[in-house]
């Protein structure tokens, strides 16, 4: 699941992407690896790096209206041509701005459910904000919020108020990333409404040039990055059939695996039903 035979130099590796040298830009390329509970898999899900790389391009053309993103011009040309000794590797791959990513992840939630649920379980409270008593799990919110992360290099990302996040990135780019967030939320809602899907919560994260302008970088909108739900089998007060990789967890979580590495390898059943989801989403959202 590693990229080899680039001529190019390999400066990071994610999770999920790889990022290479071009020089003020990047190239990105998205394996098939798969990851859960912060512990990559040891076998990925074919086809898993061409889904999420041609979702993110999707919706990065909607996202350029609310704000910059890393994306180059002439992207798809530029990829094809840089590309065209390594045809397999083309739809697995973005060239992007080269920037200085944020310390943070930007979340938006929008309706009750994961780690979220599990607080409001807790405390009565969806982190730093008050909620109405008696909600149920997976109820919509009554407005998407604001709920940033720390951006841990190793181990888990872990809960941060927003004026900790303001601290952290400054007044003014904070302001900028909140605002476009919540925006980035509601258009993605918006559009996987008309699809049949619930957009419940996402993740973005922002990057800035030497200057200081602040763009939307890595991916967005995925379901990597993104609780999707089908809309015609929503149904409040439990938890939700999803197009994301809730396949995987649930199965994990039922193995009773220990969470720390090695993982164990997904069954060929595991593998089949998760492309299947992933796949399914992108249908209905390009339809």
Same mark, same amino acid.
């Given at each position: 699941?590693?990229? +080899?035979?680039?001529?190019?130099?390999?400066?990071?590796?994610?999770?999920?992407?790889?990022?290479?040298?071009?020089?003020?830009?990047?190239?990105?390329?998205?394996?098939?690896?798969?990851? /859960?509970?912060?512990?990559?898999?040891?076998?990925?899900?074919?086809?898993?790096?061409?889904?999420?790389?041609?979702?993110?391009?999707?919706?990065?053309?909607? $996202? =350029?209206?609310?704000?910059?993103?890393?994306?180059?011009?002439?992207?798809?040309?530029?990829?094809?041509?840089?590309?065209? @000794?390594?045809?397999?590797?083309?739809?697995?791959?973005?060239? #992007?701005?080269?920037?200085?990513?944020?310390?943070?992840?930007?979340? #938006?939630?929008?309706?009750?459910?994961? %780690?979220?649920?599990?607080?409001?379980?807790?405390?009565?409270?969806?982190?730093?904000?008050?909620?109405? =008593?008696?909600?149920?799990? %997976?109820?919509? !919110?009554? $407005?998407?919020?604001?709920?940033?992360?720390?951006?841990?290099?190793?181990?888990?990302?872990?809960?941060?108020?927003?004026?900790?996040?303001? %601290?952290?990135?400054? +007044?003014?780019?904070?302001?900028?990333?909140?605002?476009?967030?919540?925006?980035?939320?509601?258009?993605? =809602?918006?559009?996987?409404? +008309?699809?049949?899907?619930? !957009? =419940?919560?996402?993740?973005?994260?922002?990057?800035? @040039?030497?200057?200081?302008?602040?763009?939307?970088?890595? +991916?967005?909108?995925?379901?990597?990055?993104?609780?999707?739900?089908? /809309?015609?089998?929503?149904? #409040?007060?439990?938890?939700?059939?999803?197009?994301?990789?809730?396949?995987?967890?649930?199965?994990?979580?039922?193995?009773?695996?220990?969470?720390? $590495?090695?993982?164990?390898?997904?069954?060929?059943?595991?593998?089949?039903?998760?492309?299947?989801?992933? %796949?399914? $989403?992108? @249908?209905? !959202?390009?339809?």
């Amino acid at each position: 699941m590693e990229v +080899e035979g680039l001529p190019f130099k390999k400066v990071s590796k994610g999770k999920v992407r790889e990022n290479f040298d071009l020089g003020d830009e990047l190239l990105i390329v998205a394996t098939d690896r798969i990851s /859960a509970f912060d512990v990559i898999m040891p076998n990925g899900i074919p086809g898993k790096g061409i889904l999420l790389t041609q979702i993110s391009l999707w919706w990065f053309r909607f $996202a =350029a209206e609310i704000m910059p993103t890393h994306i180059v011009p002439d992207h798809d040309a530029r990829v094809r041509e840089l590309l065209k @000794d390594r045809p397999e590797l083309i739809e697995r791959s973005m060239i #992007v701005k080269k920037l200085k990513p944020m310390p943070i992840e930007a979340i #938006v939630r929008g309706y009750l459910a994961g %780690s979220g649920w599990k607080e409001y379980e807790r405390t009565g409270k969806l982190f730093e904000f008050s909620l109405p =008593a008696g909600m149920k799990e %997976s109820q919509k !919110l009554p $407005a998407p919020l604001f709920t940033p992360t720390t951006k841990a290099a190793e181990g888990h990302d872990m809960p941060i108020t927003n004026e900790e996040c303001a %601290s952290i990135l400054g +007044e003014d780019a904070f302001s900028q990333i909140k605002r476009a967030s919540i925006a980035l939320y509601e258009m993605g =809602a918006k559009k996987a409404a +008309e699809c049949g899907i619930i !957009l =419940a919560d996402t993740k973005f994260e922002f990057g800035a @040039d030497s200057g200081g302008k602040v763009y939307l970088i890595d +991916e967005v909108l995925t379901p990597d990055s993104s609780r999707y739900w089908p /809309a015609d089998k929503y149904e #409040v007060g439990r938890s939700q059939p999803s197009y994301d990789k809730q396949y995987v967890r649930d199965w994990l979580e039922n193995l009773g695996w220990n969470k720390r $590495a090695p993982g164990p390898v997904l069954p060929p059943d595991v593998v089949a039903n998760t492309i299947a989801c992933y %796949s399914e $989403a992108l @249908d209905k !959202l390009m339809k």
